[in-house]
């Protein structure tokens, strides 16, 4: 069966919160059958590490119970970044696969830092905790050294998953372009730290995200019931990225929603990227260089939504009342990452306000923070909003309303699935959008001048 002729795809999409298998029509991109479960760090052993074992076992069932039924043609996978997987000689991970949340020794962070390239080699800031895959492997090799010589083989996250599928060992440049310090995208080469640490021969050969690795091992074959090709697979926000890429013309955002909120600025430069206030460069799935910026506003949503309890529509009924009486959230609410960095989070004029305010002002801080990032890259055109906060219409009217321009708005859980079933070769009719233009709300750019200055 050729590529053209896949009727459907299915999706590993393995998150930062959860794990999900999505079996997608080629035609209309539609998710025809979704299974999923949490994803659980272990929080025992040499440090914080995915459960892989109970992902895998999760993965294998789901592919098995979807090949009977809808069915499927091929395998494609996405995944969350700032991870990497370890291989011993026999093929098994020699060293769990570290949760990119884990934060390291005063002592190692400080011997990284001495190490690391620098922004203008990279376009990768120094981000907290794990979240440079570079510091990752420094930490890895500096503790555990024993452990450490014992690996043969180092593949991004997307790319470890293909390879327990297929047998077949690879990288690929949006998991090695997203922060991990490893990979120069001017040169599209790696990076100095490459070879400063020592794991150049490490490395697994870089194949295009496009690839079809091989089909699935005959056991697993002879588990699910089914041999498909598998495809080497994607960075999850560059998944989300990749839909745009194919059906529209820069200059435009992409704003990507889900655990963090990532911004690209499709057709700009990197001239004027501040890796003080997390402003990057991914890669997109062709090898380019996209400037990017980023919080994360998935979980400071869910922290501020338990907080907050249930609201229902007349949140947004709520927006001219906090604007009126200067209700504010500043950031951050997650620390350690976005635009405003070291800064802690403070209500202002909140002490009576209704949960329906508290609600309107927490969607006007996701708004605010959403708009300073896209600032950042010098992001023009539309702004496409993909994701759980493309379902966030008060949201969505307040970023219109700041940017100033249109925000076109893909519903359905996640992007990312769509985005990885690209690779297999199909290309489905865009499916339905939301434009929401920019309006005029009384007292808001008086409002945000007065947010802006409070998080000076």
């Not at 001495?114 to 794990?130: H, I, K, N, V």
Request: hydrophobic residues 45%; proline residues 6%.
């Amino acid at each position: 069966m050729t590529a053209s002729s896949y009727r459907r795809i299915a999706v590993l999409d393995i998150g930062k919160t959860n794990a999900k298998v999505v079996v997608l029509d080629s035609g209309t991109g539609a998710e025809i059958a979704v299974l999923k479960q949490p994803n659980i760090a272990i929080k025992t052993g040499p440090y914080p590490h995915y459960d892989i074992e109970a992902l895998w076992a999760f993965a294998l069932d789901a592919l098995k119970r979807l090949a009977r039924e809808p069915g499927f043609d091929a395998i494609s996978i996405t995944t969350h970044g700032a991870a990497a997987a370890l291989i011993g000689r026999d093929g098994a991970l020699a060293m769990p696969v570290i949760d990119y949340e884990h934060e390291y020794p005063q002592e190692i962070r400080d011997a990284y830092m001495r190490l690391r390239p620098s922004f203008d080699e990279t376009f990768s800031p120094r981000l907290a905790m794990g979240l440079n895959v570079g510091a990752q492997l420094h930490y890895q090799k500096t503790a555990f050294p024993e452990e450490f010589a014992k690996v043969t083989t180092i593949v991004t996250y997307a790319q470890y998953w293909a390879a327990r599928l297929t047998g077949v060992a690879a990288n690929e440049l949006t998991s090695l372009g997203c922060h991990t310090d490893l990979w120069n995208p001017k040169t599209s080469s790696y990076s100095s730290l490459v070879d400063r640490l020592g794991i150049r021969d490490l490395m697994a050969p870089i194949r295009s995200a496009f690839d079809a690795l091989g089909p699935v091992l005959p056991d697993i074959a002879d588990d699910i019931g089914i041999s498909v090709p598998v495809y080497c697979g994607i960075h999850d926000s560059n998944a989300s990225l990749l839909p745009h890429l194919v059906h529209r013309d820069a200059p435009f955002a992409v704003v990507s929603t889900g655990t963090w909120v990532i911004s690209f600025g499709v057709g700009g430069d990197l001239d004027h990227l501040d890796p003080k206030r997390d402003a990057l460069a991914n890669v997109d799935a062709y090898g380019r260089a996209v400037p990017s910026s980023r919080f994360m506003g998935g979980r400071e949503f869910e922290i501020l939504s338990a907080e907050i309890g249930p609201i229902d529509e007349k949140a947004a009924q709520a927006i001219g009342p906090v604007i009126g009486k200067g209700i504010m959230l500043l950031a951050n609410i997650a620390s350690g990452s976005g635009p405003f960095p070291g800064k802690a989070s403070r209500w202002i004029g909140a002490e009576e306000a209704s949960r329906e305010e508290r609600f309107a002002a927490a969607c006007l801080y996701l708004a605010l923070m959403t708009e300073a990032c896209l600032g950042l890259i010098g992001a023009k055109g539309p702004v496409i909003v993909e994701g759980p906060f493309a379902l966030n219409g008060t949201y969505l009217k307040l970023l219109a309303a700041l940017a100033g321009r249109d925000v076109i708005a893909v519903p359905g859980s996640t992007g990312t699935s769509q985005g990885a079933a690209l690779l297999t070769g199909i290309r489905p009719v865009s499916g339905a959008q939301t434009h929401v233009p920019p309006t005029d709300i009384p007292g808001l750019k008086a409002y945000r001048d007065r947010w802006f200055s409070a998080m000076e």
